[in-house]
């Protein structure tokens, strides 16, 4: 559905671009091109995901990776055309301004049935988008609960509903005193600067996974250290170009956490202690996984 | 719990990689991002809400969107679903 909105509009809007407005390779240089590729980085968020559905897909070490690059591709290459036909359409300066770009393009076509579906479509997109938000959010709140890093009380079910209540009441807060607070450049930003950041701890877990099974012949890590290092500079070159604003509220919520960390470790009335052995089965799956992703690659390149 | 084994993806490697220190700061700026990616879709949202109903404000529909969000996830998307 979403992306037969998205063929409609390339379809239809591809034919009537104007070449002038591609008259400008690049007008704001190479730091626009970085600025606008960290805010894209909004847009594969959804990437991961892919990842933790590893029991529930046929022969898993082959196809979850598979699927991944297949999925980059379609959409990339779905993103690009969307991107060219609508800075085709209209002058890039205009959509820049815009909150609703693919409408703004669609005008220019003149035809206001077209305006209207792709603008209903869109609408259909982001709502399932939204609901499903909040899938990915439980479960790094259920995996941070049962390393005894999040209060029991937090992940407290309904009885009624069956619902957590008290983390679905928090995140309503706090999304609801976002969307009254900023406005969508502000968000994206934001959250493609959290989630880099997130990326460069990824990458440094990398590192270290490749450090601590240096004596294991069964884990191996093509082109060590390039990738994790390659990784780690392009989430700074990203995270550098998005506005100043990001880092600050992202500083601001490294620092509450690491306060809430400290507070917590040091009060005498808890039993915070980190329970690495109930985890210690994630770790060798991990290595396990990434072992196969390993073969996969290297079998993929070979045939190429 | 078992379930929920290996699904806490980058809070998971940064825990049993870095330190639980590390996990903890990740975790929570993840689940940050995830709260400011709702709040930048439901704003989305709105703009071609009121490209199609223009009579609405922005701030309006997406503050609507976002309340409506928590309401249903109140309430349970599954439960709603016959």
């Known amino acids: 559905m979403k992306i037969a909105i998205l063929c409609l509009f390339v379809g239809f809007g591809i034919f009537q671009i ?15 091109i970085l600025q606008g590729a960290g805010f894209i980085f909004f847009a594969y968020l959804g990437f991961g995901r892919i990842a933790t559905l590893g029991e529930e897909v046929k022969n898993s070490e082959r196809n979850l990776p598979l699927s991944i690059l297949i999925a980059l591709i379609v959409s990339i290459v779905i993103y690009v055309l969307t991107g060219l036909t609508a800075t085709g359409l209209q002058d890039c300066r205009i959509l820049a301004q815009s909150g609703s770009p693919l409408a703004e393009a669609a005008k220019v076509m003149g035809n206001f049935t077209l305006v209207a579906a792709i603008s209903f479509g869109v609408l259909i997109a982001t709502a399932s988008v939204l609901l499903t938000n909040l899938i990915g959010l439980s479960r790094v709140g259920f995996a941070m609960t049962r390393n005894d890093q999040l ?3 937090i992940a407290k079910v309904s009885s009624k509903f069956g619902t957590p209540y008290v983390s679905i ?3 309503g807060t706090i999304l ?3 969307v009254f607070a900023l406005d969508l450049k502000q968000t994206t930003a934001i959250t493609s600067f959290a989630i880099l950041s997130v990326h460069l701890a990824v990458n440094l877990s990398a590192i270290r996974l490749r450090k601590k099974m240096l004596n294991s012949t069964k884990f191996r890590a093509p082109f060590y ?13 990203l995270m550098s170009s998005l506005p100043q604003e ?10 509450m956490s690491a306060i809430l960390y400290l507070l917590r470790k040091n009060s005498p009335t808890n039993s915070f202690t980190y329970t690495k052995n109930a985890s210690h089965c994630t770790t060798k799956k991990l290595i396990h996984i990434t072992h196969k992703a390993t073969i996969y690659f290297k079998r993929a390149q070979k045939s190429t | 719990m078992q379930q929920f084994q290996k699904k806490g993806g980058a809070y998971e490697f940064a825990f049993e990689l870095i330190s639980p220190f590390a996990g903890f700061v990740v975790g929570c700026l993840w689940m940050f991002a995830q ?6 879709i439901s704003l989305g949202f709105a703009s071609y809400f009121i490209t199609i109903f223009p009579a609405f404000s922005l701030k309006t529909v997406a503050v609507v969107a976002a309340l ?6 109140l309430l349970g998307i599954n439960n709603l679903l016959p």
């Open chain 1, 18 to 32: 104007y070449p002038q407005n591609f008259s400008q390779s690049s007008p704001n240089g190479l730091s626009g």
């Open chain 1, 151 to 153: 209060l029991k009380s």
């Open chain 1, 169 to 171: 009441l928090l995140m």
């Open chain 1, 176 to 178: 609801t005193i976002l």
């Open chain 1, 225 to 237: 250290p390039i990738i994790p290092s390659l990784g780690l500079l392009s989430c700074i070159i």
């Open chain 1, 246 to 255: 990001s880092w600050i509220v992202a500083a601001v919520v490294v620092a």
């Open chain 2, 35 to 40: 709260i400011v990616a709702g709040a930048a």
């Open chain 2, 68 to 73: 409506a969000l928590t309401g249903l996830n």
